[in-house]
Structure formats: structure tokens, C-alpha cells
């Protein structure tokens, strides 16, 4: 029994040794972390939940993300992810100059409605100069019109048992033997009905390129890059995203990235 | 305990508190770092400003990666990368928050941390002392020991959250003047990571200055809480 008695400089000694050995283990000891449903991980991004509701709690639902001025914008508005489209629906659009887009808007709401571009423009705008943050780490400004995305939402009258508005896009960012997957994203409604929230036309004075989002994109500037779908085709509300695509709420949430992405 | 006259008294130097959080910190740092390195080669430029320049240049500094064994994961994987990150750092935050409470009560700050009149009167001989190596191991840190883990606790620490909380788009809305204050976004993302390579630079001296004063003892009295003091010369003796 007494040998298995350490004293402390034993103790210390193994310390040490087990220590001497992490650096020689190296980094890929930790590789098991990248499997999704490694229930580690999982934990880990159940404690992450205190980023947004830490947010939540200090953010006023209509406090504004910062916005700069003229002078800021110094160039285009970096695109990324998918910025050509070549899914059948979008190029036919794209080749009579989005003439016959309509956004549709359903799923849990009074009065599901089509808008065209036309009618969209003539509504009451926003028109905003913020900064885009992208999860890689880089920024760019850029001045950004469009609809409110509330105003939508108060014209088709959202049902109580909504907590979620879900973009459908049209842009198909990977292709699996089982088919191309649509891009998709989902907020919640707080950010849903935030100002800056705003279906975005323009960009820069200027229609939307095709690269950053034409026809529509949404703007969701208390969040990362991922999270503002570009050449969205359909806005859905729902109660919960659990039966969409991969489940987790959007395409790279999908992927293990986190569905809140205010930081 | 026995003093002999070869060896010093030996004390409680570190309390339970102190030595808990010591070693969360080393914890987390580790995989802060190791993380934070896989989110940087998601886009490995630095650039001073607001933005990323794309067409104009406002980059000061880019590689192509950090290497595998730098990351964690050591694959690709900015999303797995992201979630040991952001839960560290709440590990790092709340660690810190423990710390600075318990080292209120248990008068840590007051007593070992806070500078005080001797600690002036003393620093050449403390530096000169170092630069000699002879490293006196005394119930209390000495003038370069305090501005080295005061640097750390009161500089580093509040610099890397600070930084680190302007490159969230959701704190941003709640405290815009933030990254106004460090020059813009992008430089706080540069701040954060040059905070990132002094913490590795204060871990080299850290680790050798350990090795230097007897790694034993030292680890001892972060783990144990035990340290056995140098044999007090009659000089010495006299000043007390």
C-alpha cells in the first residue's frame, strides 16, 4: 500500500515528464476535435451559448452596428464564397437582367407574397455604410440600400408560432455525388426585425453585382459574412430549422460552423 | 519545518487560488494560441486600418501559413478552430475574473503584485542581479518579477480581450467606440495578435528563468504551494 504513496517530489517528477511529452504529441492529438458529433465538441459549443445570450443581454434589439462614411469606402465589396452561379433557375434570370424575379416570402406567415424587384425598389428604403467582417478575419466597407427586412415581415404578418426567418438562395456552393446543395441561412427574429437588417439592391450607388448577391441579398450587420445570403430566392418562416438541409440552420452551419455569428 | 543552515526556510509562497488559476491559464493559452493560429491561416495578412485592403495596400504583414504543428486542429478547419477558441476564451475570461476576486481577498494583488516604494529602490540591484543570474529566491517577487507577471496580469490580459472582443460584430454594435480606439477593426486584429506573440515571448523567459532559479522548487511552489527560500546571509538578515 505504501507504494503507491507519491511524495511531492515524485509527483513533481511525473509532472514533468508527462509535460516533456505534450509538445512531441503535438498539435494533432487534438485532430478528434474536428469530428462534428465528437461529443467534446459538442460540449464545448454548448458552452459557446453563452456568447449569444452574453450578446444578447448587452445588446438593445435595436442597438445599430457601427456605420462609416463616404470617405471609408475605398473599394468594391470583396466577394466571396459563390460570386457566378451556374444553377439553370439563376442563369435564366440573370440573362433577361433579373426582369422576372420574384421573392417569394411564406411558410409561417398570414399572407404568403411575391414581390418583383420593382416592387421591392419602389418601397421604403435603407441605405447604410458598414463594414463587412468575413469568419476568415478580413473587412471591407462598403454603402449598402435596400428594404428593411421588418417592413417584409409586417406586410405578410409573421404567425405567432415563427421564430426564425430561413433564406433559400439560389447559388449551389457545393456539389455531392447526391446532388448540388443550395446555400441557405437562417437568423433569428430579433435580428430578423433589426433596422439594419435590409434586403439590399444596390450596393455602392450602384445595382447589386452579380458577384456580391444580385438580384437580393440580406444585410445582417451585428453578424459575420456567412450568415448575409446572397441571391436569395425564397424567405420562409419557421419554427425551428431542425428539418432543413443538414439541420443546423445554414449551409456552413452544416459544415461545424456556429449558427450564431456575432463573433 | 526544519531550517537547516545549507538550506532556507520553506514557506507556503503560493495560496490555493493562485496556483488553480496559474495553471487554467496555462491551459487555455495554450489552446488560445494554438487555435487562434489555425483562425489566422483562414486569411494570414495583417493590416492596419478599418479594413483588409484588396485595392489598395494596407497590409504589413502576410505569410502563406503557420505551420501544421502550430494548430489546433492540425488540418484545415477554421470552424473547428473557431469553436476551441471561443470556448477558451470564455475559460481564459471567467479564470480571470476568479483570479482578480480571490486575489482581492486573499490580498495576492496587494501584497505580492502592487509595486511599492522598496520595489523602485531596489531595481538596478534587481536588474543586475539578473543580468548576473543570481536568483534569489525570497518570500516576495522581486521589482523585475512584479513588472513582468504585473505586465501579463494588467496589460497583456486586458489588451487581448479588449481586441479580441472588437473583432465581434455583436460587441461592436454594443461598444462601437472600441475598435475606434485601437485604430479600426483590422488593427485590433493586428494588437491581437502581436499580444498573442508577446505572451509567447514572456512564456520563453517564463520557462527559462524557471529552469535558472531550480525548476523543482519553482514548480513546487506553483503546484504545491510550497518554496523553499535561499539561505538568509547575514547581510541580508540585517535589512529585514
Known amino acids: 500500500m505504501s507504494k503507491l504513496i507519491l511524495n511531492r517530489r515524485k509527483l513533481l517528477r511525473a509532472g514533468l515528464a508527462t509535460a516533456a511529452t505534450l509538445p512531441l504529441a503535438g498539435c494533432d492529438a487534438f485532430d478528434f476535435l474536428t469530428d462534428r458529433s465528437n461529443p467534446v465538441r459538442e460540449w464545448m459549443i454548448s458552452i459557446n451559448g453563452l456568447t449569444y445570450r452574453a450578446q444578447r443581454a448587452l445588446q438593445a434589439a435595436d442597438q445599430l452596428a457601427p456605420e462609416f462614411s463616404q470617405a471609408d469606402i475605398r473599394q468594391g465589396q470583396k466577394p466571396n464564397g459563390s460570386t457566378d452561379p451556374d444553377t439553370p433557375d439563376y442563369l435564366s434570370l440573370k440573362e433577361k437582367s433579373f426582369a422576372d424575379y420574384r421573392l417569394e416570402v411564406d411558410g409561417l406567415v398570414e399572407h404568403p407574397t411575391r414581390f418583383s424587384l420593382d416592387q421591392l425598389r419602389n418601397m421604403p428604403s435603407r441605405t447604410q455604410i458598414t463594414r463587412h467582417d468575413c469568419v476568415e478575419g478580413w473587412s471591407t466597407i462598403a454603402k449598402w440600400q435596400g428594404v428593411p427586412l421588418r417592413q417584409i415581415l409586417d406586410q405578410v404578418g409573421v404567425k405567432p408560432a415563427a421564430r426564425y426567418v430561413m433564406f433559400h438562395c439560389y447559388d449551389a456552393l457545393s456539389r455531392s455525388l447526391s446532388g448540388i446543395e443550395l446555400y441557405y441561412e437562417s437568423i433569428d427574429l430579433i435580428d430578423a426585425r433589426h433596422p439594419q437588417t435590409i434586403l439590399a439592391y444596390a450596393m455602392n450607388d450602384a445595382p447589386l453585382p452579380v458577384a456580391n448577391g444580385a438580384p437580393l441579398r440580406v444585410r445582417v450587420e451585428r453578424q459575420l459574412g456567412y450568415k448575409m445570403a446572397k441571391y436569395i430566392r425564397r424567405i420562409e418562416l419557421i419554427s425551428e430549422f431542425s428539418q432543413v438541409g443538414g439541420g443546423k440552420g445554414g449551409f456552413w452551419e452544416d459544415r461545424g460552423y456556429e449558427w450564431y455569428a456575432g463573433i | ?240
Open chain 2, 1 to 240: 519545518m526544519t531550517t537547516t543552515a545549507s538550506e532556507g526556510r520553506l514557506i507556503l509562497r503560493q495560496k490555493r487560488a493562485t496556483r488553480i488559476t496559474h495553471w487554467i491559464w496555462a491551459i487555455s493559452l495554450f489552446f488560445l494560441i494554438a487555435s487562434g493560429l489555425q483562425i489566422f491561416n483562414a486569411h494570414p495578412a495583417l493590416y492596419l486600418g478599418k479594413e483588409s485592403g484588396f485595392a489598395y495596400d494596407n497590409e504589413i504583414f502576410s505569410i502563406d501559413a503557420m505551420p501544421w504543428w502550430l494548430t489546433i486542429p492540425s488540418t484545415r478547419d477554421l470552424a473547428t478552430g473557431r469553436v476551441v477558441h471561443l470556448f477558451f476564451a470564455w475559460v481564459f475570461v471567467i479564470n480571470l475574473f476568479i483570479w482578480f476576486i480571490a486575489s482581492l481577498i486573499n490580498r495576492h494583488l496587494r501584497k505580492d503584485l502592487l509595486p511599492n516604494r522598496k520595489d523602485v529602490q531596489n531595481f538596478g540591484q534587481d536588474v543586475k542581479d539578473h543580468l548576473r543570474l543570481n536568483l534569489v529566491h525570497a518570500v516576495r517577487y522581486s521589482p523585475l518579477q512584479k513588472l513582468a507577471y504585473g505586465g501579463v496580469l494588467f496589460v497583456l490580459f486586458p489588451l487581448i480581450i479588449l481586441t479580441g472582443l472588437c473583432m465581434s460584430p455583436g460587441m461592436n454594435a454594443v461598444l462601437p467606440w472600441l475598435p475606434e480606439l485601437f485604430g479600426g477593426r483590422q488593427t485590433a486584429r493586428t494588437i491581437h495578435f502581436l499580444v498573442m506573440a508577446l505572451f509567447v515571448l514572456f512564456f520563453i523567459v517564463h520557462i527559462a528563468m524557471i529552469i535558472l532559479a531550480g525548476p523543482l522548487n519553482e514548480l513546487r511552489s506553483i503546484v504545491t504551494g510550497r518554496y523553499r527560500l535561499s539561505p538568509r546571509t547575514k547581510k541580508e538578515a540585517a535589512h529585514v
